[in-house]
């Protein structure tokens, strides 16, 4: 009997030894945790993944940016005396096919690229004399846009299409109004297009120059340029791409 009760009351002493360290191991368990959690969320990223986020939100940009952005309503440029002028925009095409959106020729340059899609907008010249239509090209990637610029600028397979908004300014703005085109990428997986001519309509008979868009007069060829200069700021890849809330390094 003496027995039985001197092993019945030790049981409630190994019991109690039994929860505390089961108590140490959790704690031990949580601290390490917590530690983790605590290194995780002060760790800086590392210049490879830094680059690495910024590639990743510049290639989408084209889909983040709102239709404003990327064509604002209005976009200042210098023209070829030096002076500043300002384009206005007429309208924005939904986006659209690649190949839809530029001469029958030039539809396969863009196919073999990758394409994914054309976006366009159309602006006019201080004067309202002049109309540009703008397209923006999204490729596969840096070294697809820059073979597809290449293409373009050696000549014979035409460019982007005139895009015309009827009732507007643009509205006599056509295929056979174009005068001058050309091609154009800065950075990554973008290629700019441009097409100009005179909002009156008038059919012209260009020739192709050593840089691969037709030759013609200096107002048409500084609203394209001089907005395809502008726009094609907007998509760079961003300084500190990790300071974006939708980008993770």
Not at 160 to 188: H, M, Q
Request: charged content about 10%; hydrophobic content about 45%; proline content about 4%.
């Amino acid at each position: 009997m003496s027995a039985v009760t001197a092993t019945a009351g030790r049981r409630p002493l190994l019991f109690w030894i039994m929860i505390g360290l089961i108590l140490l191991l959790g704690l031990g368990a949580a601290g390490g945790g917590a530690a983790g959690v605590v290194a995780m969320a002060t760790r800086h990223p590392s210049q490879a993944q830094i680059s690495a986020a910024g590639q990743r939100e510049f290639a989408v940009q084209w889909q983040r940016l709102s239709a404003g952005r990327i064509f604002p309503s209005s976009v200042s440029y210098l023209d070829s005396f030096g002076g500043r002028t300002t384009a206005t925009l007429v309208g924005i095409a939904p986006q659209a096919p690649c190949g839809s959106t530029v001469d029958a020729a030039a539809a396969p340059v863009l196919a073999a690229s990758g394409c994914v899609t054309v976006l366009r907008a159309t602006y006019t010249d201080a004067s309202q004399t002049a109309v540009a239509t703008i397209g923006i090209a999204v490729l596969r990637s840096p070294g697809d846009a820059l073979r597809a610029q290449s293409t373009f600028v050696a000549g014979g397979h035409g460019g982007l299409l005139a895009l015309g908004f009827p009732g507007t300014v643009a509205s006599l703005f056509t295929g056979s109004a174009r005068e001058t085109y050309a091609a154009k990428t800065t950075a990554g997986r973008y290629l700019f297009l441009s097409a100009a001519g005179y909002t009156d309509g008038r059919r012209t008979t260009p020739q192709v120059n050593s840089d691969g868009g037709y030759t013609g007069e200096t107002v048409t060829t500084d609203l394209g340029n001089g907005v395809v200069s502008q726009l094609s700021a907007e998509f760079q890849a961003p300084a500190r791409p990790c300071a974006d809330k939708n980008v993770r390094c």
